[in-house]
């Protein structure tokens, strides 16, 4: 019998690697923002204690099918997640998957959101109306940039199945697939400059303003998972698939840990955009680049 | 205590979530409560984060005496954050009214009508103190968890 399935799910990269690699990551990018702006910036055990204490929290009782689905939501989400870095593809060597799994990625890897709208609009807040409307529209347009680029990636790979789509190319629309990805990842992950979903002191915190407790705890890992799986799906895209597995394994970490420290540099050093300015640097800019090189991809395949 | 309640313990020593609230101060505490935030004091070290909806937070910090206003919001910011809780008033006016006292739109003291855990004087007070005030309050609520949870009493 095959475990690899179930080593990916629970092992590496799934729960076991996913949950303190994911504190990690939220750990640094919190750290590299204080560095930047000349704090000290909290300690390396901080998202745990977080996470603990909110475990630890009572919070007030809400009845009726909101108050059910309000606690499904961040369920949703941390299991879509973990099912999501299941499927990617380290360790192509060995690596299962099937025909098509890139598409599943994209499905799996949309459910946070979809589900961050709906617990906006579910909680009946005004605040998370505002915060729920903003993510919609702001996904709509990364995801539009997103798709294209990892159908930019497949098409030069000629395959839907993630572990051929592994590894780094020679082919240059591998690399615009990877830099579109890139481009997608602050929007996806709600940091500055795109952060207008949850924006503080303007909105309190969005769709999340209702939650207390476990419940925000639980977003809180599946803010912190998502990380992971954004980071380590460019990580996959970049590692040479040769290596073996107590090389690739570390290399993974550092290529996600240095994508970290880039994309904390970016919000440390940015504002934050209105909704329309976001909404516009998407769809003016980031899809034009998107747009030509799916084009040329394509160009380039007919032709070869 | 149970090795889970001590676990407990200490994330809530650890990781204090303050929500501000200005109950009509002069804007004095408030400044110095944001200078808490900055490089020089950096309170993100100690785990202590400013968050923006009360139900996110572990921590009350209260400025200003109350005002007549003010008096409805300071209540239901208290009954909105979960248990356990503990509040922080900084600054002189929410123990005494400070110079405000006698004012027809004040309703203050704060104490009358929330428990307030602990009391940061000054007008206004350094932010070494007001630091102090909410290391101490994330202390006393750890404790109030803990004995909360030993003796079984329903949670209001």
Known sequence: ?304 | MSLLQKLLHKARVKSPRIFHINSGSCNGCDIELITCLSPRYDVEQLGIHLEASPRHADILCITGPVTRNTLEAVKNAYAQVCEPKAVVAIGSCGATCNVFAGSPSVVGPLSKYIPVDVYVPGCPPHPDAIINGIFEAAHILAERGVRKEAKGLPQE
Request: charged letters at 10%.
């Open chain 1, 1 to 304: 019998m095959n475990y690899s399935g179930l080593i990916r799910l629970f092992l590496f990269p799934g729960l076991i690697f996913a949950v303190p690699a994911g504190w990690f990551f939220v750990w640094v990018e919190h750290k590299a923002v204080a560095r930047i702006q000349r704090r000290i910036g909290p300690p390396l055990l901080q998202p745990f204690w977080d996470f603990v204490k909110l475990l630890g929290k009572r919070t007030p009782a809400r009845s009726g099918i909101d108050a059910n689905l309000l606690r499904l939501y961040p369920v949703f989400s941390v299991l879509s997640l973990v099912a999501a870095l299941a499927l990617l593809p380290v360790f192509p060597a060995h690596a299962g998957g099937f025909s098509g799994d890139c598409v599943l990625l994209v499905g799996l890897m949309e459910v946070p959101s979809i589900c961050y709208i709906l617990a906006g609009f579910t909680s009946g807040s005004i605040y998370g109306e505002i915060g729920a409307t903003r993510e919609a529209l702001l996904s709509v347009a990364s995801n539009v940039v997103m798709l294209l680029s990892l159908v930019t990636i497949a098409v030069t790979a000629k395959s839907f199945h993630l572990v051929d789509l592994a590894g780094p190319s020679l082919n240059p629309g591998h690399w615009v697939g990877v830099l579109g990805l890139l481009l997608c990842i602050p929007a996806k992950l709600r940091l500055n400059p795109f952060s207008t979903a949850g924006a503080e002191q303007e909105i309190y915190s969005g769709p999340l303003t209702e939650y207390a407790g476990a419940a925000l705890g639980l977003w809180e890992l599946a803010h912190a998972l998502e990380w992971l799986l954004l980071t380590g799906l460019v990580a996959t895209l970049i590692l040479p698939t040769a290596l073996a597995w107590w090389i690739y394994a570390p290399a993974f970490v550092v290529v996600c840990f240095l994508e970290v420290l880039l994309l904390s540099a970016i919000a440390a050093s940015t504002a934050r955009l209105t909704l329309e300015r976001s909404i516009n640097f998407y769809w003016r800019w980031a899809a034009v680049l998107a747009v030509l090189a799916i084009s040329s991809a394509a160009v380039m395949r007919f032709r070869l």
